[in-house]
Every structure is written in C-alpha cells, then in structure tokens.
C-alpha cells in the first residue's frame, strides 16, 4: 500500500508562486507514473501535470503549460509541483497520486493512489 502526502499549499496572490511537495511512504513509487490533479469547489477533478518514472517525460494541462512545472526525486520518493505566476482560477485542493500505466495519464482512474490533497488559494 502507499501512502501519498501533499504539502506546500497556502493562500498567496496573483502572480505568487508555491511549490507543493508530495511524500510517497509504505511502498517505493520510483516505477510509478505520479500526476498532480486539482478540484475547485463545485467542479469535477482536473489533470494538472504527471511525470514518467524516470522523469524524462512531463504532461501538462494547457492552462497551467509553461507556468507549472513537475518534478520527481525518485530517491526520496517525492513529486513537487513548482507553481508560477499563480491566477484565481488556480485556486483549488491538489492532490497528488500515482499510477502503474504510462498511457492515459490525463485520466483520474488511471490512478491508483491519492493523498488527502492541499489546498491553493489565489486572491486577486
């Protein structure tokens, strides 16, 4: 089983930048695919970003490309989210989570772990 923790999150304005950290215990998830998602109040899960195992490969959604950047530490089994030039409409609980497949990797039941989530906040 794996346990997945997310950290980082807070209350900032716009254009601040954050980084969300994702610590992964119980099992190794250094062969995993790990994605970044987000759910704002009243609205359905989003894909944010997802790196392959090795790192070499990143996704990302259209409205957080070349502001968001993801990035893993296999050996502290650890993903980040490095966020930029924040908006309102960042504004959401992200958890983080990992996945067996490398295809597919926009897709919430792709995954097979999530961690509680922590909230973002951008004010205007």
């Known amino acids: 089983q794996v346990q997945l923790v997310e950290s980082g999150g807070g209350s900032v304005q716009t254009g601040a930048s954050l980084r969300l950290s994702c610590a992964a215990s119980g099992r190794t998830v250094s062969r995993t695919t790990m994605g970044w998602f987000r759910q704002a109040l009243g609205k359905e899960r989003e894909f944010v970003a997802a790196?392959?195992?090795?790192?070499?490969?990143?996704y990302y959604a259209d409205s957080v490309k070349g502001r968001f950047t993801i990035s893993r530490d296999n050996a502290k089994n650890t993903v980040y989210l490095q966020m930029n030039s924040l908006k309102p409409e960042d504004t959401a609980v992200y958890y983080c989570a990992t996945s067996t497949t490398t295809y597919s990797v926009r897709d919430p039941p792709r995954y097979d772990h999530w961690g509680q989530g922590t909230q973002v906040t951008v004010s205007s």
């Open positions: 790196i392959a195992w090795s790192g070499g490969t990143t």
